[in-house]
């Protein structure tokens, strides 16, 4: 038995192309003491992967090269050699892009409950940390009241769609999002229920903001930075929160990167700009979790997953993100026996 | 008897110049009922004087052409028909660049104690809004802590010099200035206790901060904006704070103003960025007062007050701080006679 893996080749310039990656076939790892063998099942394709790429200071030290890429992803426990795992458990944790991974106590994974009566493509999107991330972005860092006008970007996108369904649930004055295109923009109205979507790509954002939202935007959570950033920060209502979650439009740009010009109406309007990483809620995952699997059920939360088959697709995958092709939370089929019922 | 009064002719572009500012003979204002007559003795010069003359958004409207330059003043009551004033009171206020003001309900003065033992020119810099802007930005947005790492900018400035110094004070662990030129970064250290600062002419500004905190900036208290913000940015500490005090570096540049381009290291590093103004802690201003008079009669707060003579050199004052050609807390003396004892 071999473990295809995918491993970075060459650091991408802009978008990955055939010569970031290889394929590669090891043997599948042996399961030690203290340690469990995982059947990868579904990578979960996240805009972050793609920083982890490049040789800049993050949160995370970057790939090296000759490795396998990093990545989250399910899988079921096939051979367990520790206490916390049971065979034919479901977990979820760093997997990485390749078949089998290894759970021991350096990559911990989380046993996900079965219980619940819910796939696992659902549960690695809205009740993993895609779901987890608005969450706290919003609940937490955001401080979401219900007097804001809420306006968030890439409210297409797997974490931006729940993000403006929480702050509807939690009662926000009005949910503005942005998106690409009117496709997207009609689905983030009629699927997700934001009060109204714009398109960025018809410009004059900012202009159109203003008109959105004339007593301009409490709380913007941010998924993409740039110049919609920009374009939201110049009409920050006093008070106002920015919550920095991601800055997709940066993170494989082959230009210069958009320096944002209007920091300063965080002073003429005493606005907080902040950013968080899911990871550092990870004590309180589970009230996340209890909520957003609750909305599931309730079917007052959509969720769309765009599957892509197949490990060896995973780089393509990860474009998606960047061009927009993707159509809801991202993830790739490794193995599609793996399920949670 | 009239009153000169300085007002706004021209939009400036860059620094102010003769086309800015008229000086104008008006009559001296008739007090009227709930009104008190004040005859100005100093004006307070301060950055945001110049945003002011700009037409674009900001916490206050601009001023208008043809109106007085607005400006913190202080001055003695010489006629009341007001409950809240007394013929003899020195008052501080909205004065405007001109020799009399009325104290009314829509432009109130406060009184200034005159038992403290302190000059009128020391009151209006360490006691007055400048002071009381180092304490909140430093104690309330940046809330200060001892394990910190601080760094301020213009940190030979009014502001800037009290930041550091409360940062010391409170027991910070390090506490960084940033200067411009030799003389005004030997003075942060000499005269103002902090415990390095760096020169941003020399440039390399980023590597040399790394290089005095290797573990990051904890807290970055904010006077200039622009390349420095971006500088410290590239060097903010896990879960850093940067307090936006002001943006001196974007005013009056003739430049298109600097574009952040390091905001996503705020995610990186869970950091928060926050913009304020002193006006919002008005209700709590006693409480900063007290303890910094404590600090100036205790001689652990130094602190320099650069002085102007002659209302008409107001503009000039104005341009100083601009060049860094003033040295600490710049006040254009009206008329002298105006004294707290």
Chains 1, 2 share one sequence.
């Not at 729940?162 to 983030?188: D, F, L, S, Y």
Request: charged fraction near 20%; hydrophobic fraction near 40%; charge should be negative.
């Amino acid at each position: 038995m071999t473990n295809r893996q995918i491993i970075l080749r060459q650091r991408p310039e802009g978008m990955v192309d055939d010569s970031t990656t290889s394929v590669l076939e090891s043997p599948v790892p042996v399961c030690g003491p203290g340690q469990a063998l995982i059947k990868v099942g579904m990578l979960s394709i996240d805009p972050t992967i793609r920083t982890w790429m490049n040789d800049a200071p993050g949160y995370l030290p970057p790939i090296g090269l000759g490795d396998v890429i990093r990545s989250g992803g399910t899988g079921v426990v096939v051979e367990s050699k520790s206490a916390r795992y049971t065979v034919g458990d479901v977990v979820s944790g760093v997997t990485g892009w390749q078949e089998w991974a290894i759970a021991d106590d350096t990559n911990k994974f989380s046993v996900i409950p079965k219980g619940l009566g819910l796939d696992l493509a659902t549960v690695m999107n809205v009740v993993g940390l895609t779901g987890i991330t608005a969450y706290f972005g919003m609940i937490d860092v955001g401080a979401l009241s219900e007097s804001d006008v809420v306006v968030v970007s890439g409210a297409a996108g797997a974490t931006g769609s729940v993000a403006g369904q929480i702050a509807k649930a939690r009662g926000a004055k009005k949910v503005i999002g942005i998106a690409g295109g009117p496709e997207k923009c009609a689905e983030v109205v009629e699927d997700y229920g934001f009060d109204e979507c714009l398109d960025y790509r018809e410009g004059h954002l900012a202009r159109r903001l203003h008109e959105s939202c004339p007593q301009g935007v409490d709380l913007y959570f941010d998924n993409v930075g740039g110049e919609i950033l920009d374009a939201v920060l110049s009409n920050i209502a006093m008070k106002g929160r920015v919550v920095l979650c991601g800055a997709i439009s940066q993170y494989n740009t082959m230009e210069k990167s958009h320096g944002i010009a209007n920091t300063s109406m965080l002073i003429v309007r005493r606005g907080r700009m902040e950013g968080f990483l899911v990871l550092d809620f990870a004590s309180r995952f589970a009230e996340a979790q209890l909520e957003l699997a609750g909305m599931v059920l309730g079917g007052t939360l959509a969720h769309h997953e765009h599957l892509v088959q197949g490990l060896e697709h995973a780089p393509e995958a990860l474009n998606l993100l960047f061009t927009g092709g993707n159509h809801g939370k991202t993830l790739v089929v490794v193995d599609e026996s793996v399920q949670l019922s």
